[in-house]
C-alpha cells in the first residue's frame, strides 16, 4: 500500500521532533510549523554553505544570479525557498511556506494580512522570538507562524542592500529581513 506523501512526511516530521512521551495524535499545529520551518532553515544553510559558498565564493565555477535560467546560474537562496514553496504548494499538502518582508525586493513577498503585519511588526522588535497566531482566510482557518529570517551573512545584506528593486539599503549582518511565514489549515 502505497501511503500519501502528506502522512510520510508528517510521520518524519513527528519522528525527528517529538519529545518520546508524546503520540502523533497530540502534535500541535504549532509543532508542526516549528519541524516544518526547521527543515526549511537547515535547507537554506545546507544550500548557502554547500553550493553558494563553495561554487561561487570559493571555487569561482559559477555565479548565483536572479537571471539564473538566462545566466546559466544558480538560484539565490530566496529562490530556492520559493521554488520549494511552488513544489510543495503543487502537491496539495495544505500547508504553506513563504518569505515575507516589510520591505521586499519581490513585491510578492510583501506582509499582507492584518496578522502578518502583527508578526512582522513582533519580529521586528523581539527576532529571537517566533509569532504565533489563528486567522481566516477566504473562510478557512489557519494557524500562521512566522520566523525572523536573519541576514546571516555579507553576501544577503550586500545583495538586499544594491540591489535595484530594494526599498531599504541599509540592513547590516544580523538584522531581521523579514519573516519566512508558515500557515497551516486547521479546517478543512
Known amino acids: 500500500m502505497k501511503l ?11 519522528a525527528a521532533t ?17 519541524a516544518i520551518h526547521d527543515v526549511i532553515e537547515a535547507d537554506r544553510a545546507v544550500y ?12 569561482g565555477v559559477i555565479e548565483a544570479s536572479e537571471e539564473y535560467n ?8 530566496a529562490q530556492m525557498l520559493r521554488a520549494s514553496a511552488e513544489k510543495v504548494h503543487d502537491k496539495k499538502s495544505g ?21 502578518e503585519i502583527k508578526g512582522m511588526d513582533f519580529i521586528l522588535k523581539n527576532p529571537a522570538k ?7 482566510l477566504a473562510g478557512k482557518k489557519y494557524f500562521t507562524a512566522l520566523y525572523s529570517d536573519i541576514a546571516v551573512s555579507e553576501s544577503c545584506v550586500t ?8 526599498p531599504k539599503k541599509d540592513f547590516k549582518v544580523g538584522n531581521a529581513m523579514g519573516a519566512v511565514l508558515i500557515r497551516i489549515p486547521l479546517s478543512k
Open 4 to 14: 500519501p506523501s502528506s502522512i510520510i512526511l508528517g510521520s518524519l516530521l513527528t
Open 18 to 34: 517529538l519529545p518520546a512521551s508524546l503520540s502523533a495524535a497530540e502534535v500541535s499545529a504549532q509543532m508542526m510549523a516549528d
Open 48 to 59: 548557502v554553505e554547500l553550493v553558494i559558498n563553495r561554487l561561487v565564493d570559493d571555487e
Open 70 to 77: 538566462e545566466n546559466s546560474a544558480l538560484p539565490l537562496p
Open 95 to 115: 500547508f504553506s511556506f513563504s518569505l515575507v518582508s516589510p520591505w521586499p525586493i519581490n513585491s510578492q513577498n510583501k506582509v499582507k494580512t492584518a496578522l
Open 130 to 136: 517566533n509569532f504565533y497566531g489563528e486567522e481566516t
Open 159 to 166: 545583495c538586499h542592500n544594491t540591489h535595484k528593486d530594494s
